[in-house]
């Protein structure tokens, strides 16, 4: 497809699981974020991929997120021991160089998650 | 830390009746400020950036502008479909929590 992809579309998982997103950006874009939106909050800054590597990190709350994105395409947020909390719509986005100059990010329709 | 405010946190019109909304930054140096716009049960799509204060961009019935400290989100005679949620964003796409915008027929 032309669009960000993200799977699953819906997690519903219990507390303490392991959990994995699954991000497939456009075809092209070296820059890819991750972001968790809570209902009527705005998407909250997670983790900047350029190409391969992780350019800021920051965002990521502790030691129980992670995400790759080995070959500078595909992206995985991984998340230990899953905690209520932890419960979001997480939001995949892409862009190109040129794009990232404009802040023109193109997002998918993410995947919500539900820990029990 | 780059900081954004956005108010209010929702607006309901009329359709027709023009209004704006605002996003206050703070930051160290501004790169760029961006609105979104974010229908329910979607990811946001991009609208505007501004780089510099006194700049402007417009869309249709949206208008966005830019001074030292804030941003407007004017929009002008607005219609039932112009209902959902905007965002704006500094530098490093650091997002505010958005103003709820709602239009009645």
């Known amino acids: 497809g032309a669009g960000v992809s993200q799977t699953p579309s819906n997690k519903v998982t219990e507390k303490g699981k392991y959990v994995e997103l699954r991000c497939d950006p456009i075809s092209g874009h070296t820059a890819l974020y991750w972001y968790r939106q809570s209902l009527g909050q705005g998407p909250e800054f997670l983790i900047y991929f350029q190409g391969t590597g992780a350019a800021d990190d920051s965002g990521l709350p502790n030691d129980r997120f992670f995400a790759v994105r080995p070959e500078g395409s595909v992206s995985t947020l991984k998340i230990q021991r899953t905690e209520r909390g932890d419960s979001a719509v997480y939001l995949c986005a892409s862009s190109s160089g040129t794009g990232l100059n404009t802040g023109e990010l193109f997002f998918g329709e993410g995947s919500r998650l539900t820990v029990l | 830390e780059d900081q954004v405010t956005q108010s209010p946190e929702a607006l309901r019109l009329q359709e027709g009746e023009s209004s704006s909304l605002n996003c206050s930054y703070t930051v160290s140096g501004l790169r760029g400020l961006f609105w979104y716009r974010q229908d329910p049960g979607k990811g946001p799509e991009f609208l505007f950036t501004?780089?510099?204060a006194g700049e402007e961009k417009e869309k249709e019935r949206l208008k966005a502008t830019l001074t030292k400290k804030e941003s407007f989100l004017h929009i002008t005679a607005p219609k039932p479909e112009d209902s959902a949620t905007y965002l704006c964003?500094?530098?490093?796409?650091?997002f505010g929590a958005g103003t709820r915008l709602t239009v009645k027929p």
């Open positions: 964003a500094v530098n490093d796409m650091r």
């Open positions: 501004l780089y510099s």
